[in-house]
């Protein structure tokens, strides 16, 4: 069973930087996308940055320009560096990654990890 775990939550100021990191428990080669998912206070979960197996990864406007996300295959991890944070960023942070088969996707979620922007 695929594990995900989240780590990097915070409590940071307007304007400030935070690195959320995501530990796979097996090779990220395997999946067919990583990405990064996050629920705001009282709203639903929104997509935040997909990084797919090739091609280019994408971002939400909200955080277009001041999020990137990255990956380390040899340590089996993925990255969110976060920068110029702003209010409206606070959220509990999902990794996200899924495998696809024929007709069939499924997905592996981490626990979750909470940043807070506020002064």
């Known amino acids: 069973q695929e594990q995900l775990v989240e780590s990097g939550e915070g409590l940071v100021q307007p304007g400030g930087s935070l690195r959320l990191s995501c530990k796979a428990s097996?090779?990220?080669?395997?999946?067919?996308?990583m990405g990064w998912y996050r629920q705001p206070p009282g709203k639903e979960r929104e997509a935040v940055a997909n990084?797919?197996?090739?091609?280019?990864?994408y971002y939400s406007d909200y955080v277009k320009g001041r999020f990137t996300v990255s990956r380390d295959y040899a340590e089996n991890m993925m990255y969110l560096q976060m920068n110029n944070l702003k209010p409206e960023d606070t959220a509990i942070y999902y990794c996200?990654?899924?495998?696809?088969?024929?007709?069939?996707?499924?997905?592996?979620w981490g626990q979750g990890t909470h940043v807070t922007v506020s002064s």
């Open positions: 097996q090779s990220i080669f395997s999946f067919h996308a």
């Open positions: 996200n990654a899924y495998i696809t088969g024929t007709g069939s996707r499924r997905d592996y």
């Open positions: 990084m797919p197996r090739t091609g280019s990864s």
